[in-house]
């Protein structure tokens, strides 16, 4: 009986942790949403509750023990499933129609290839995205499998979780100053986007850049980096970008993560006389 008593007792007191977490978490809501008369509700819900739970252990005292405790978890399950029917449920993006032909203007974004390529690939990416840095080897085995054939557009789409992502790209726009961004934009993806002084350094030796240059172009031009970012980003919002990296093939968006998914997209564009490298 006195362990039956306390078990009863802890229940209560988790009951009571929970429910009052419910009702803060709920009042705190409904005082954004509307007006705080839904809190009043819920708090004398929750007397209610208690109360009723009382009344249940008083009569567990009087050696109905085991009906009581029954009854408690009846009356836990049953706000349990109150506040199950209250939670709302998140708002899944609606399935992505791979058929649909975006719009994607080259505008000043920098383009890897042959400028009048008959196969575009747009990529919103991300330099210090672990997964735009494995995937671009699959873009260059897709450039080197059709010379002449497919061009590559980047477009800067920085996650706000990379610190590092933002600068990374506007260090890769002063390196094409000096017509280098690809070679930068390789760095960038195998470093994680570092831009620490001591990398910049080993970046623009290892390209042949000039140093000073390169750091004036970086922190001078800013705004002008800032605001080809912020192009970029608006761009990906209107062309659901949900993720990096995110490849278009020719305005349609791709699934395609290696090269065969890539040759099966991209030779029926080219035709039965591709002539791509195998």
Same mark, same amino acid.
């Given at each position: 009986?006195?362990?039956?008593?306390? &078990?009863?007792?802890?229940?209560?007191?988790?009951?009571?942790?929970?429910?009052?977490? !419910? /009702?803060?978490?709920? =009042?705190?809501?409904?005082?954004?949403?509307?007006?705080?008369?839904?809190?009043?509700?819920?708090?004398?819900?929750? %007397?209610?509750?208690?109360?009723?739970?009382?009344?249940? &252990?008083?009569? =567990?005292?009087? $050696?109905?023990?085991?009906?009581?405790?029954?009854?408690?978890?009846?009356?836990?399950?049953?706000?349990?499933?109150?506040?199950?029917?209250?939670?709302?449920?998140?708002?899944?993006?609606?399935?992505?129609?791979?058929?649909?032909?975006?719009?994607?203007?080259?505008?000043?974004?920098?383009?890897?290839?042959?400028?009048?390529?008959? !196969?575009?690939?747009?990529?919103?990416?991300?330099?210090?995205?672990?997964?735009?840095?494995?995937?671009?080897?699959?873009?260059?085995? !897709?450039?080197?499998?059709?010379?002449?054939?497919?061009?590559?557009?980047?477009?800067?789409?920085?996650?706000?979780?990379?610190?590092?992502?933002?600068?990374?790209?506007?260090?890769?726009?002063?390196?094409?100053?000096? =017509?280098?961004?690809? $070679?930068?934009?390789?760095?960038?993806?195998?470093?994680?986007? %570092?831009?620490?002084?001591?990398?910049?350094?080993?970046?623009?030796?290892?390209?042949?850049?000039?140093?000073?240059?390169?750091?004036? %172009?970086?922190?001078?031009?800013?705004?002008?980096?800032?605001?080809?970012?912020?192009? %970029?980003?608006?761009? /990906?919002?209107?062309?659901?970008?949900?993720?990096?990296?995110?490849?278009?093939?020719?305005?349609?968006?791709?699934?395609?993560?290696?090269?065969?998914?890539?040759?099966?997209?991209?030779?029926?564009?080219?035709?039965?006389?591709?002539?791509?490298?195998?």
């Amino acid at each position: 009986m006195e362990n039956k008593s306390s &078990l009863i007792i802890v229940l209560l007191v988790i009951l009571i942790g929970v429910v009052s977490g !419910v /009702g803060l978490l709920t =009042g705190v809501n409904n005082a954004v949403r509307a007006s705080l008369s839904p809190i009043y509700a819920k708090l004398a819900e929750i %007397d209610r509750t208690e109360k009723s739970i009382e009344n249940k &252990l008083n009569a =567990g005292g009087n $050696g109905n023990s085991n009906a009581s405790l029954i009854a408690i978890q009846n009356e836990l399950s049953q706000i349990k499933n109150k506040i199950n029917a209250n939670v709302e449920q998140p708002q899944m993006p609606p399935p992505e129609d791979m058929n649909k032909v975006y719009t994607i203007p080259s505008g000043t974004s920098a383009i890897i290839g042959k400028k009048d390529a008959p !196969v575009t690939i747009v990529e919103f990416s991300d330099f210090q995205c672990p997964f735009c840095a494995r995937f671009y080897s699959v873009i260059k085995d !897709v450039m080197a499998a059709y010379p002449d054939k497919v061009r590559v557009i980047i477009k800067h789409f920085p996650l706000p979780f990379h610190s590092n992502a933002r600068p990374a790209a506007k260090l890769a726009m002063a390196a094409n100053e000096q =017509g280098k961004f690809q $070679g930068m934009m390789e760095s960038l993806l195998a470093s994680g986007g %570092d831009v620490t002084e001591p990398k910049i350094k080993e970046y623009a030796k290892k390209l042949g850049l000039d140093y000073n240059k390169l750091v004036a %172009d970086y922190k001078n031009q800013d705004a002008r980096w800032e605001k080809q970012i912020q192009d %970029d980003m608006q761009l /990906g919002a209107g062309v659901d970008v949900r993720g990096t990296p995110t490849f278009y093939l020719n305005g349609r968006k791709t699934n395609a993560r290696d090269l065969g998914s890539f040759k099966s997209q991209i030779d029926p564009i080219l035709g039965p006389h591709t002539g791509h490298s195998q």
